[in-house]
């Protein structure tokens, strides 16, 4: 069983920059695919950023040119990097992870684990 925490949330005000931590533990058969996804406010969640076993990346729209989405050697923990936030980006951030091959790994896929979640909030 795949456990994944979040860390790295917080406040920032618009243009600011944050970035979240995601470890993996409990077995890493289940992480060939890992992703970001956020719910915000009366919104749905959606994904923001994926990142595949071989390192092949992939953002949501709205986040291209301002968010990166990166792991370790180990590939055990991700991270993404988020710069020029938004008020829009206030969100509940969530890892998640599955075993997906890299060519189906994106934001959109169906992942099996998740992780609890870390709040960002940004102010105008």
């Known amino acids: 069983q795949v456990r994944l925490m979040e860390s790295g949330g917080g406040s920032v005000q618009t243009g600011g920059s944050l970035r979240l931590s995601c470890a993996a533990s409990?077995?890493?058969?289940?992480?060939?695919?890992m992703a970001w996804f956020r719910q915000g406010p009366g919104k749905e969640r959606e994904g923001v950023a994926s990142?595949?076993?071989?390192?092949?990346?992939a953002y949501a729209d709205s986040v291209k040119g301002r968010f990166t989405i990166s792991h370790d050697n180990d590939r055990k923990t991700i991270y993404l990097q988020m710069n020029n936030l938004k008020p829009e980006d206030t969100a509940v951030y969530y890892c998640?992870?599955?075993?997906?091959?890299?060519?189906?790994?994106?934001?959109?896929?169906?992942?099996?684990?998740w992780g609890q979640g870390t709040q960002v909030t940004v102010s105008s």
């Open positions: 998640a992870a599955a075993q997906i091959r890299w060519m189906e790994c994106s934001p959109r896929a169906a992942y099996t684990f």
């Open positions: 409990g077995g890493t058969d289940g992480t060939a695919c």
């Open positions: 990142i595949s076993e071989i390192s092949n990346v």
